[in-house]
């Protein structure tokens, strides 16, 4: 499996009918090299049910499928790994469900909690959110200082996330960085063709901002 965190597409089903296995293919033809199922409100059954859609699609290219906040559920649909927010549970104790091959994600705002979840056996942060982002809007801002500071504080790749698109992408620059996280900038678009244009010129921005 491929370890980049360059282009990190965020599924989310509200923004396109597309079938998941369609959205994610886009994605990753686009340059996409880590997806992460992102579902909220259905089932564990469902939720399951569609991390095997997207596996099928994930594994043809080698590219890792994160789940989100759900531990089961990446245990039992197979997937690479597990996101974890501050309140979805403890990196350590997903490390002996999941596995020590397991690629586990969490989110940190600050730097004791980039620490922290690092010590924990974190493989990567997911910081922002740096700007203001449609699929959470009540989300605080990250400063370009305090991400500057969360990058420099572990020796783990940092994504950044929230509200980032093509237009403000390049103000991450010099932040440290290893890569972008995207959710509506790629997946907004309602055709396939869509989604591999917007992932081909995110993917292009983010090489440019963490080179």
Same mark, same amino acid.
């Given at each position: 499996?491929?370890?980049?965190?360059?282009?990190?597409?965020?599924?989310?089903?509200?923004?396109?009918?597309?079938?998941?296995?369609?959205?994610?293919?886009?994605?990753?033809?686009?340059?996409?090299?880590?997806?992460?199922?992102?579902?909220?409100?259905?089932?564990?059954?469902?939720?399951?049910?569609?991390?095997?859609?997207?596996?099928?699609?994930?594994?043809?290219?080698?590219?890792?499928?994160?789940?989100?906040?759900?531990?089961?559920?990446?245990?039992?649909?197979?997937?690479?790994?597990?996101?974890?927010?501050?309140?979805?549970?403890?990196?350590?104790?997903?490390?002996?469900?999941?596995?020590?091959?397991?690629?586990?994600?969490?989110?940190?705002?600050?730097? #004791?909690?980039?620490?922290?979840?690092?010590?924990?056996?974190?493989?990567?942060?997911? #910081?922002?959110?740096?700007?203001?982002?449609?699929?959470?809007?009540?989300?605080?801002?990250?400063?370009?200082?305090?991400?500057?500071?969360?990058?420099?504080?572990?020796?783990?790749?940092?994504?950044?996330?929230?509200?980032?698109?093509?237009?403000?992408?390049?103000?991450?620059?010099?932040?440290?960085?290893?890569?972008?996280?995207?959710?509506?900038?790629?997946?907004?678009?309602?055709?396939?063709?869509?989604?591999?244009?917007?992932?081909?010129?995110?993917?292009?921005?983010?090489?440019?901002?963490?080179?």
């Amino acid at each position: 499996m491929k370890n980049s965190f360059t282009l990190y597409a965020i599924t989310d089903s509200s923004y396109t009918r597309l079938p998941l296995s369609a959205q994610t293919e886009a994605a990753i033809s686009g340059g996409a090299d880590i997806i992460q199922l992102r579902e909220k409100n259905i089932s564990e059954e469902e939720y399951v049910k569609k991390a095997e859609e997207v596996l099928a699609v994930t594994r043809k290219y080698g590219v890792p499928l994160i789940i989100n906040d759900n531990v089961n559920v990446a245990l039992r649909s197979g997937a690479e790994g597990v996101h974890l927010g501050q309140t979805d549970g403890d990196p350590a104790s997903a490390r002996k469900i999941l596995g020590a091959n397991a690629i586990i994600g969490v989110t940190a705002k600050t730097v #004791s909690q980039a620490k922290a979840a690092e010590a924990a056996g974190a493989d990567y942060l997911g #910081s922002g959110a740096m700007f203001v982002s449609p699929t959470k809007p009540g989300a605080k801002a990250l400063s370009m200082s305090e991400l500057r500071e969360i990058c420099s504080s572990v020796s783990i790749p940092v994504c950044a996330i929230g509200g980032i698109n093509e237009e403000n992408a390049t103000s991450l620059r010099g932040s440290g960085i290893s890569g972008i996280a995207v959710v509506s900038a790629v997946f907004g678009s309602e055709t396939t063709e869509g989604i591999a244009a917007a992932a081909k010129r995110l993917r292009a921005a983010a090489e440019d901002i963490i080179k």
